[in-house]
């Protein structure tokens, strides 16, 4: 899978699980506003994702890969 790729994928998972965790917490309102912001406007902001915490305050997410290991580097 090219870096690109990979990288995509990976983001598309921390969105989904930041979305879906604030569900988990009651917060379904601040899941529909998590934006993947790379995704919509780029890759100029400096953070991927724009989510929250269950408290509502605002967590900005950068989403990293690494290449090159047959084993993950964080189990």
Do not use: C, H
């Not at 699980?17 to 902001?45: I, M």
């Amino acid at each position: 899978m090219r870096a690109t790729a990979r990288w995509a994928a990976e983001a598309k998972r921390v969105w989904w699980q930041a979305r879906t965790t604030l569900n988990a917490a009651g917060r379904g309102d601040l899941a529909r506003r998590v934006p993947w912001v790379s995704n919509e406007d780029g890759d100029g902001a400096g953070y991927d994702i724009a989510g929250f915490g269950p408290d509502g305050a605002e967590r900005l997410i950068e989403v990293k890969t690494a290449n090159g290991w047959e084993r993950p580097l964080f189990p």
